[in-house]
Nanobody, 124 residues
Framework: QVQLVESGGGLVQAGGSLRLSCAAS????????MGWFRQAPGKEREFVAA????????RYADSVKGRFTISRDNAKNTVYLQMNSLKPEDTAVYYC?????????????????WGQGTQVTVSS
């Protein structure tokens, strides 16, 4: 079992930055692939970024490529999402996810574990 708790969301002006954090419980965090998804009002949840267990592989949605960076610190059981050059269309609830299979997050969008989400609002 993995429990995920997100933090770092908030209100920011367009062009600004935020860093989301996701703290994971469990001693096997370093063996899990991690990722971020988001869901805007009235829209389906969508993939944002994924990172493999050792950080050697990453993948991003085209809409955030070049602006967002996913990283992890296995010693702290934490995954991060650095979001720069934020746009109003980035407004959404952001969810942290974990799975023992990288592809379950990076391509299939079906991770085994989800956090409860953190709100990010970008004003124009």
């Amino acid at each position: 079992q993995v429990q995920l708790v997100e933090s770092g969301g908030g209100l920011v002006q367009a062009g600004g930055s935020l860093r989301l954090s996701c703290a994971a419980s469990g001693r096997t965090f370093s063996s899990y692939a991690m990722g971020w998804f988001r869901q805007a009002p009235g829209k389906e949840r969508e993939f944002v970024a994924a990172i493999s267990w050792n950080g050697g592989s990453t993948r991003y949605a085209d809409s955030v490529k070049g602006r967002f960076t996913i990283s992890r610190d296995n010693a702290k059981n934490t995954v991060y999402l650095q979001m720069n050059s934020l746009k109003p269309e980035d407004t959404a609830v952001y969810y942290c996810a974990a799975d023992d299979q990288y592809m379950s997050i990076a391509t299939r969008g079906r991770p085994d574990y989800w956090g409860q989400g953190t709100q990010v609002t970008v004003s124009s």
